[in-house]
């Protein structure tokens, strides 16, 4: 029996504590069974999807409370947020989760909330897809035209648009953004793509009428598109001083701007006639759109004019025949050349009877006729040669001068288009062969 006013406890062994309350041993013993009160609560994860626009201010949402394990609904007492990649171009973010969206493109944020004792309730991820705000953003035109050279194996154009927007910014990487297109004409191939935050490029290859539906960050823009082949009546153009030509672009109504690069040599009006002032070569171009087609343009003395009108007829009219070269009707290279000349008052040395064409070579060297560089790409390209200017071709060991076997007259040049610099890509026109039907190949060039 214990003391009335005892003042000593008895521990777990007997004893009693200074208040009079069994005691325990300061111990753990774990069992099997768990009643659940030990289990700490670390949180839950949960993922949204965000669609914000550039320029957009705003705060990423937070819930107010939260149902836990236990179904107990918690008060969010706190927050942060933080960006996956502190250096996002897509949008800035606080950790309070005031944001400005600065950019285009996807990006992820997060967000835990707490209760009031510090305990983690909720990992939220924002999975954000940053778009343009297409609202009251137009195109610039609704409709284009465009050409290519009638002939040609590039049937490519390029269109560009502007993006008028109103009140909305536009971001700087916006040409990063996907942008989908399609064409009513099978016929007409089309892609489009932004070359930067306020132009759209299509590129077209064919020709026809086609609409194309435009889809650009969501919305729908309808072009019309109409490619047209053109094409000019000549490439190749002789004239004699004081002479006119008369050149057209086909395939369209519009006006054509003309203009020569040599206008000092031939000179070319708003209707396409070409004056010719003095000798020389020059080309004419044809601005239709954003193409350029052109027209080479020799200009020759009347005399020569008539020479080599006369290779052209020879050859036309006649029949080659070496052995009959000399008979009206008929020819050969060197026939051929020698007539042409001799009604000018050259004779290579013979008036009666056609030097063979080592021989008018020979001629055409003893006097120092000859063109330096001879039949080259730059000379052709610098128009260095001249419409009666004679080449002749070596490589026969036939024990002829400089073994010169074979000789053609040069009527001019013909211009096949421009390059990206806007250069004319220029071939030679020969009296009696197809254009171009020699490349340049270093062969000696004389002008008699």
Same mark, same amino acid.
């Given at each position: 029996?214990?003391?009335?006013?005892?003042?000593?406890?008895?521990?777990? %062994?007997?004893?009693?504590?200074?208040?009079?309350?069994?005691?325990?041993?300061?111990?753990?013993?774990?069992?099997?069974?768990?009643?659940?009160?030990?289990?700490?609560?670390?949180?839950?994860?949960?993922?949204?999807?965000?669609?914000?626009?550039?320029?957009? *201010?705003?705060?990423?949402?937070?819930?107010?409370?939260?149902?836990?394990?236990?179904?107990?609904?918690?008060?969010?007492?706190?927050?942060?947020?933080?960006?996956? $990649?502190?250096?996002?171009?897509?949008?800035? /973010?606080?950790?309070?989760?005031?944001?400005?969206?600065?950019?285009?493109?996807?990006?992820?944020? #997060?967000?835990?909330?707490?209760?009031?004792?510090?305990?983690? /309730?909720?990992?939220?991820?924002?999975?954000?897809?940053?778009?343009?705000?297409?609202?009251?953003?137009?195109?610039?035109?609704?409709?284009?035209?465009?050409?290519?050279?009638?002939?040609?194996?590039?049937?490519?154009?390029?269109?560009?648009?502007?993006?008028?927007?109103?009140? %909305?910014?536009?971001?700087?990487?916006?040409?990063?953004?996907?942008?989908?297109?399609?064409?009513?004409?099978?016929?007409?191939?089309?892609?489009?793509?932004?070359?930067?935050?306020?132009?759209?490029?299509?590129?077209?290859?064919?020709? +026809?009428?086609?609409?194309?539906?435009?889809?650009?960050?969501?919305?729908?823009?309808?072009?019309?598109?109409?490619?047209?082949?053109?094409?000019?009546?000549?490439?190749?153009? =002789? =004239?004699?001083?004081?002479?006119?030509?008369? /050149?057209?672009?086909?395939?369209?109504? #519009?006006?054509?701007?003309?203009?020569?690069?040599?206008?000092?040599?031939?000179?070319?009006?708003?209707?396409?006639?070409?004056?010719? &002032?003095?000798?020389? $070569?020059?080309?004419?171009?044809?601005?239709?759109?954003?193409?350029?087609?052109?027209?080479?343009?020799?200009?020759?003395?009347?005399?020569?004019?008539?020479?080599?009108?006369?290779?052209?007829?020879?050859?036309?009219?006649?029949?080659?025949?070496?052995?009959?070269?000399?008979?009206? +009707?008929?020819?050969?290279?060197?026939?051929?050349?020698?007539?042409?000349?001799?009604?000018? +008052?050259?004779?290579?040395?013979?008036?009666?009877?056609?030097?063979?064409?080592?021989?008018?070579?020979?001629?055409?060297?003893?006097?120092?006729?000859?063109?330096? +560089?001879? &039949?080259?790409?730059?000379?052709?390209?610098?128009?260095?040669?001249?419409?009666?200017?004679?080449?002749? !071709? !070596?490589?026969? %060991?036939?024990?002829?001068?400089?073994?010169?076997?074979?000789?053609?007259?040069?009527?001019?040049?013909?211009?096949?288009?421009?390059?990206? $610099?806007? *250069?004319?890509?220029?071939?030679?026109?020969?009296?009696?062969?197809?254009?171009?039907?020699?490349?340049?190949?270093?062969?000696?060039?004389?002008?008699?």
């Amino acid at each position: 029996m214990m003391p009335e006013n005892a003042v000593a406890a008895q521990y777990g %062994n007997g004893e009693y504590n200074e208040i009079g309350e069994e005691a325990y041993e300061d111990t753990y013993e774990d069992t099997d069974e768990d009643d659940g009160q030990d289990e700490i609560y670390e949180g839950e994860i949960q993922e949204q999807e965000l669609t914000v626009y550039y320029g957009e *201010q705003g705060t990423l949402s937070s819930p107010a409370s939260w149902t836990d394990h236990s179904g107990v609904n918690v008060p969010i007492a706190s927050a942060m947020f933080t960006q996956k $990649n502190a250096w996002d171009s897509i949008l800035t /973010l606080d950790e309070k989760g005031v944001y400005q969206v600065t950019g285009v493109g996807t990006t992820e944020a #997060e967000g835990r909330f707490y209760d009031a004792s510090g305990r983690l /309730l909720l990992t939220r991820i924002y999975d954000i897809s940053s778009q343009i705000n297409m609202k009251g953003v137009t195109l610039d035109k609704t409709s284009v035209k465009g050409y290519v050279a009638r002939g040609s194996y590039d049937t490519s154009s390029q269109f560009s648009f502007r993006l008028k927007s109103a009140g %909305n910014p536009l971001p700087a990487n916006a040409n990063d953004y996907e942008v989908s297109c399609s064409a009513s004409n099978s016929d007409m191939y089309v892609s489009a793509y932004m070359s930067d935050n306020r132009t759209v490029i299509l590129d077209t290859y064919g020709t +026809g009428k086609t609409t194309v539906t435009l889809v650009i960050s969501g919305k729908t823009f309808k072009v019309r598109l109409y490619v047209a082949a053109v094409g000019i009546n000549r490439n190749s153009l =002789l =004239l004699a001083a004081k002479q006119t030509g008369q /050149l057209k672009v086909t395939g369209l109504k #519009e006006k054509v701007k003309w203009s020569s690069s040599r206008p000092g040599v031939v000179k070319v009006s708003s209707d396409g006639t070409v004056r010719a &002032l003095k000798t020389g $070569n020059a080309v004419i171009k044809a601005r239709v759109g954003d193409i350029t087609l052109g027209c080479a343009v020799s200009v020759v003395t009347p005399q020569h004019y008539q020479t080599i009108r006369q290779a052209v007829r020879i050859g036309a009219n006649g029949t080659y025949s070496q052995p009959k070269r000399m008979q009206k +009707g008929f020819y050969d290279c060197s026939s051929l050349t020698w007539m042409a000349y001799k009604r000018s +008052g050259i004779n290579f040395g013979d008036n009666y009877y056609a030097p063979v064409a080592a021989d008018q070579a020979k001629w055409c060297m003893q006097r120092k006729k000859y063109i330096q +560089g001879g &039949l080259s790409a730059s000379n052709i390209q610098n128009m260095k040669l001249n419409a009666g200017d004679l080449m002749f !071709e !070596e490589g026969n %060991n036939n024990g002829r001068y400089r073994n010169i076997y074979h000789v053609e007259m040069i009527k001019g040049y013909t211009c096949y288009g421009f390059d990206a $610099n806007g *250069q004319p890509l220029l071939g030679i026109a020969w009296a009696n062969r197809p254009d171009d039907y020699y490349w340049p190949c270093g062969q000696l060039v004389c002008r008699p």
